[in-house]
């Protein structure tokens, strides 16, 4: 089974940039669609932004559209999701999960179908 480890998180001011990488080992992350989940205090975890094996196909959540970018880079075997114009409201940790079910994203992919996880990572908008 792969192990996913995830980093970059930290405190940004409203309107700054982050990149999250989810680095992995034990596979090659080239096997798998890589999905990126956050979840706030109080909250359920939500699906932020994924992408197919490879990298042809990606899905983003209203939320972060035209903010967020996912990528691969298969040299490091990581997936990063860079992070930009953030809000207060993004303030969440940040999972990775992989998923061998999804070839092609229509829809918003659903949890249950991603296996493995990362431990997370915190993200802070805040001024």
């Known amino acids: 089974q792969v192990q996913l480890v995830e980093s970059g998180g930290g405190l940004v001011q409203p309107g700054g940039s982050l990149r999250l990488s989810c680095a992995a080992s034990g596979h090659p992350l080239d096997y798998y669609a890589v999905g990126w989940f956050r979840q706030a205090p109080g909250k359920q975890r939500e699906g932020v932004s994924f992408i197919n094996s490879s990298g042809s196909s990606t899905y983003y959540a209203d939320s972060v559209k035209d903010r967020f970018t996912i990528f691969r880079d298969s040299d490091k075997n990581t997936v990063y999701l860079q992070m930009d114009a953030l809000k207060p409201e993004d303030t969440a940790v940040y999972y990775c999960?992989?998923?061998?079910?999804?070839?092609?994203?229509?829809?918003?992919?659903?949890?249950?179908?991603?296996?493995?996880w990362g431990q997370g990572t915190q993200v802070t908008v805040s001024s």
């Open positions: 999960a992989t998923s061998t079910v999804y070839l092609w994203f229509t829809a918003a992919p659903q949890e249950a179908l991603f296996d493995s």
